[in-house]
């Protein structure tokens, strides 16, 4: 059973566990995020590189689900990697995504049987945001800040310095219609505010999931990109106001607000949406 575009898009929470260690894997699946992330670039060494493969693909063989992070396109290591994935039509992460006639190839050889996820964490990457995520078959971008904040001279950490990357690729992926992208790593594993904060300023901007290092960051990177309370209560008013222009609580309500009303009630599962 692969994991389709839809819940690609759709995940929250996204897990990476290092692909040279096997021993990790089901407690990656078991920890409680809506996809796992088997990570076969930056976690593993050259020299595990085709082990890391090998422990993929096996565990992938007994029916277990899960995203591929392959080594980027052009290293030595990645047409295996890729295979791999399409051998079991894992969704597949590109890292360095910043050209996307090497994004439609990767869907090509794909057969378009795994949904595409573009890492985005280079400046051309950036500045190439829009065409990236305007690239058939790409389910969804995901922002690398590590790196990039490695090639700008900055720190990973700093939200004024990436406020525009960030912001740019929420606009890119509205712009081509395809899902919120994915914030990056809080890389303090167990620092419950920062992590915290983090996930209300990638949400404050349009994120709608989060990649995470640790199983302790899961239940609050699922709890902060879910609606709250008042927003849903604030919600069901608005759309219980009906279809045409009107007010409610003095705040003017028409067509553009009542979509964001029923945006968050369909992002709150099993949230009823009757006043």
């Known amino acids: 059973m692969t994991l389709l575009h839809d819940q690609v898009a759709a995940a929250t929470s996204w897990l990476f566990v290092p692909g040279h260690r096997p021993d990790r894997f089901d407690k990656a699946a078991s920890a409680g995020a809506d996809l796992v992330i088997i990570d076969l670039e930056d976690a593993v060494a050259a020299e595990d590189k085709d082990r890391a493969r090998e422990h993929a693909a096996a565990w992938l063989a007994l029916g277990n689900q899960a995203v591929v992070r392959i080594n980027a396109p052009g290293t030595r290591w990645s047409e295996a990697d890729l295979s791999t994935a399409a051998e079991h039509g894992c969704p597949v992460m590109v890292p360095k995504a910043e050209d996307p006639a090497v994004l439609a190839e990767v869907t090509a050889r794909t057969a378009g049987r795994c949904a595409l996820v573009a890492l985005v964490e280079t400046a051309l990457g950036v500045e190439r945001a829009r065409e990236v995520c305007a690239t ?13 904040s490695a090639q700008l001279g900055i720190a990973h950490d700093d939200r004024t310095a990436l406020a525009y990357s960030r912001s740019r690729l929420v606009l890119a992926s509205a712009a081509a219609g395809i899902a919120p992208p994915i914030d990056g790593v809080t890389t303090a594993v167990r620092d419950r505010d920062l992590l915290t904060a983090d996930i209300a300023h990638a949400r404050r901007l349009g994120f709608t999931g989060k ?13 902060g990109f879910a609606p709250t309370d008042d927003e849903l209560r604030w919600a069901r008013t608005v759309v219980a106001a009906g279809d045409s222009v009107t007010t409610v609580d003095g705040e003017m309500i028409d067509r553009p607000v009542l979509e964001r009303a029923r945006r968050l009630l369909a992002s709150a599962p099993g949230a009823n949406t009757a006043p």
């Open 136 to 148: 058939p078959g790409l389910a969804r971008a995901a922002f690398g800040n590590v790196d990039l």
């Open 211 to 223: 990649l995470c290092i640790h199983p302790y960051q899961l239940p609050y990177v699922n709890t």
